[in-house]
């Protein structure tokens, strides 16, 4: 269904943009680049879960940052509320159920091109197993003098508060 504010033409190569399924629904996509068009507020939810002394976070199986870690998050699709977004990501990225206990925090802008806002959430596991999937290829625990390169400002943000701690 197209919308007033769809692109017709690629921002990245100019080819024209045809409609595709991608990732769960019917997107803006460029046939020429492989470009797909999100159509959201680049407003990112993720989690902030503890679990005896140890954090949990993902590696990122493509870009930006490919390789590095960050908290699972992603972003709010359009119609989502971003509680519902956060649990959403955690499952989508780590196999595991959670549940969300309160705001952990808000943050923003990092860059063009990335989330505007990170609203991070601190929750706590309810069920699933621990298993890497959707964009990233890898998903454990850390300890806090343990992290692993970090791939994004908020992900050290709210890292480096829950050392400080």
């Known amino acids: 269904m197209s919308h007033p504010l769809d692109l017709n033409y690629c921002p990245h190569c100019g080819h024209a943009l045809v409609d595709k399924e991608a990732f769960g629904r019917v997107r803006r996509f460029c046939p020429a680049c492989n470009h797909v068009i999100f159509r959201d507020h680049k407003v990112a939810a993720?989690?902030?879960?503890?679990?005896?002394?140890?954090?949990?976070?993902?590696?990122?199986?493509?870009g930006p940052r490919q390789g590095a870690w960050s908290l699972p998050a992603g972003f709010v699709e359009f119609d989502?509320?971003?509680?519902?977004a956060a649990v959403r990501e955690c499952y989508e990225e780590t196999g595991l159920e959670v549940e969300i206990s309160g705001l952990h925090a808000v943050i923003g802008p990092e860059s063009v091109g990335m989330a505007s806002i990170v609203i991070v959430y601190r929750a706590r596991v309810v069920g699933g197993e621990l298993a890497p999937g959707d964009d990233v290829d890898r998903a454990s625990f850390?300890?806090?003098?343990?992290?692993?390169?970090?791939?994004?400002r908020a992900t050290r943000i709210v890292l480096d508060k829950w050392r400080d701690a």
Do not use: H, S, T
């Open 80 to 84: 989502e509320q971003p509680a519902a």
């Open 142 to 152: 850390f300890d806090p003098d343990e992290l692993p390169p970090l791939a994004f």
């Open 46 to 62: 993720g989690v902030f879960v503890e679990q005896e002394g140890k954090v949990l976070l993902v590696r990122r199986r493509r």
